[in-house]
């Protein structure tokens, strides 16, 4: 496990890691101000650093922000070719991935030189359970040596901001329930009906391309191939027409309620549940049925 942060923070996650799985046999820390925030360039000199030492046969990274950000570009640098948004691993060098937005799969063999560098989707992957009474022994922690850790290959990019929106809701990527709104809500004045529907089940919002390219809330909300992978308990979808770029990002939700006043919405061809109806007045029935959160 490689951690790279400056700060007490660094170490806390530190001795989470270490102790956190059985699997983990040591924990690398690289504790430098270079990586307060995460900027590509000096991660993937890091991911060069370690692996020139440590001679990994595999790299590996959630295929987020963060993941999608870094590992290309680790990869170039070790001249090598990455395997992204993994969803099955069948051999320790056979992996399954999508492809064509998730309408097919795609069985790849690696047969490059280490190492093998990975992005999984971490929302097709089970997380495994732990018996209540297993306290595995702590891995070491060990200090990454970052004497020789120049500034030339990581002077190409600088930090300018970082904005966020302040709410009590879970987070996008792994929240057991999500509410999703298209086009179909018309503005951003319609959208705090999504929210307050979220509210009330402790769900996270999502959105569709087409919501965020209108303006009605920011990216960091949008579900689809180019936005985020989930893959809740319950799916909830209210005036999304179904893209395939939008199903790329939640086709795999377990439970999958659709509401559209359009019979024909590609979205009912993948949903569990769908209900033929104005969301105008679906949502505010639903507003009053359901009880408050407790």
């Not at 059985?22 to 820390?29: A, C, E, G």
């Not at 056979?94 to 047969?111: E, M, Q, S, W």
């Not at 569990?272 to 009053?288: C, K, S």
Request: proline share 6%.
């Amino acid at each position: 496990m490689l951690l790279a942060g400056s700060g007490p923070s660094l170490q806390e996650a530190a001795a989470h890691a270490a102790s956190c799985h059985p699997s983990i046999s040591q924990v690398l820390v690289a504790d430098s101000d270079k990586f307060m925030y995460p900027r590509a360039e000096p991660w993937a000199k890091l991911v060069q650093l370690v692996q020139q030492k440590g001679g990994y046969s595999h790299i590996i990274a959630a295929s987020g922000s963060f993941g999608k950000n870094i590992l290309p570009r680790a990869a170039a640098v070790l001249d090598v070719s990455p395997v992204t948004d993994v969803i099955e691993m069948s051999g320790s060098q056979i992996f399954v991935r999508p492809i064509y937005a998730g309408n097919a799969l795609c069985t790849v063999r690696y047969t490059g030189s280490n190492p093998c560098m990975l992005t999984i989707r971490s929302t097709s992957f089970p997380v495994a359970s732990k018996s209540a009474d297993s306290k595995p022994n702590p891995a070491p922690i060990d200090q990454v040596d970052l004497s020789t850790f120049g500034e030339d290959a990581i002077a190409q990019s600088r930090y300018i901001g970082h904005t966020s929106q302040d709410t009590e809701r879970p987070d996008l990527g792994n929240a057991r329930v999500v509410v999703t709104g298209g086009r179909g809500l018309k503005n951003a004045e319609n959208f705090k009906m999504i929210e307050k529907l979220a509210e009330k089940l402790g769900a996270a919002v999502g959105a569709t391309r087409a919501a965020v390219d209108a303006g009605f809330v920011p990216n960091e909300l949008q579900v689809g191939q180019t936005g985020k992978i989930v893959a809740p308990e319950l799916y909830l979808a209210f005036g999304v027409s179904g893209a395939i770029q939008h199903l790329a990002g939640m086709r795999d939700s377990k439970v999958i309620v659709a509401v559209n006043k359009d019979a024909d919405a590609p979205i009912f061809q993948v949903a569990d549940y769908g209900l033929v109806g104005d969301l105008f007045e679906v949502i505010p029935e639903l507003l009053e049925k359901f009880p408050e959160k407790k």
